[in-house]
C-alpha cells in the first residue's frame, strides 16, 4: 500500500502555506506511548488533557506533547518534565522554559494572555524563564495518528539527536501527515515538510542566526495559510532571509482568492494574489483515509511592491 507522504512527493504537492497555525506554542514533556488524540490517549492524565484543551480552544494557543528521541518507555513514576511556551508574531518572538512535576499546574495559564504574546502567566504558575540554550527543532513521530510520521519521523529524530544536534524532541502532530517528516523549528515558529537531516541542522543554525530557512519550508505558524505562502513568496523575490522582519499586515478577500500585504521592518509592502487550488489529481490525505481527496493549495498568482503613494490603498 502506498505511504501518503510517498504519494505527495511524486507528485510533487507544493509544501508552502500548509503550516499549522499557532501564534503561541504551548509544549508538554510526556514520555510512553501516545494515542490518535495525544492528549486524551496517552500516559498523562485524560482529565487534565481534556481540561488543557478547552482552556487553549479559540486562544491562538497550540498544545502539542513532545518526548525525547529513542525509546519511548514511560518510568511510571512522578518525573520532572520539560514545558516550553513560544509566541511567533514577527516582532514580538519569545521562547520561554520551565520544568514540572505536575501537569495540572499548566491549568493557571491564561491561555488568551499566551496567546496574545503575554508571558507573564508563564512565569507566574510554572516559573518559567526564557529559554537560553539553542534553537528546538521537534519532529512529528506520532505513528497512531499517522504511520507516516513513525516511519520517516522517528529516524529523522534518531539521526539527528546521535549526530549530536541539541533541542530536539519528537512531537505529537503539526499537521500534514503527507509532508512528513514534519518539523517545528522554535524560537520563529517555521515548520519544514518533507524534512531531510542537512536541511533541519541549517534551519536550526539559521535559527541560532536569526535566519529563515526557504528550504522545504511550510510557512510560519504565526499566519493563516494564504499569510504563509505570501510571506515565503516576498522573502524569494526579495532575497530576505532574516527573521522577524516581513509581517502579514493585511489579509483581504476568502476563498478562493486572497489579496495580502506583506510589509518589511523598513517599511516596504508587497501586495500578493494567492488563489486556493485543489491538489489534483485525488490522492490519499492521510494514511488512514477511506477516500481519496483533493487538499487545498495556496498558489501564489503574483507579487507586486507597492510604491509609497499606493500604500494607503
Known sequence: ????????????????????????WLLLEQPGPWGVKALTSSHLDPAVGRALEAAAGGTGVRLALIR???RHADPGRPAVRQVYAAHTVPGRVWLHSATTRDPRRLLGLDFAALGAGDHRSF???????PHRGDPLAFVCTNGKRDRCCALLGRPLATELSASGVRGVWEVTHLGGHRFSPTVLVLPYGYAYGRAEAHTIKEALHGAQEGRVVAEGCRGCSAWERPGQAAELAVRSVAG??????????????????????????DGRRWRVTVAQ???????????????LGTPARMDVVAVRELRPTALAS
Do not use: I, K, Q
Not at 1 to 22: F, Q
Open 1 to 24: 500500500m502506498s505511504r501518503c507522504a510517498t504519494v505527495s512527493r511524486s507528485l510533487d504537492e507544493p509544501v508552502s502555506g500548509t503550516a499549522a497555525t499557532a501564534t503561541t
Open 68 to 70: 525525547r528521541p529513542g
Open 123 to 129: 512565569g507566574a504558575a510554572l516559573g518559567g524563564r
Open 240 to 265: 530576505e532571509d532574516r527573521a522577524g522582519l516581513l509581517s502579514v499586515v493585511r489579509t483581504e478577500g476568502a476563498a478562493p482568492r486572497w489579496e495580502v500585504t506583506v510589509g518589511h521592518a
Open 277 to 291: 487550488r485543489a491538489s489534483l489529481p485525488p490522492r490519499p490525505e492521510s494514511c488512514g483515509a477511506a477516500v
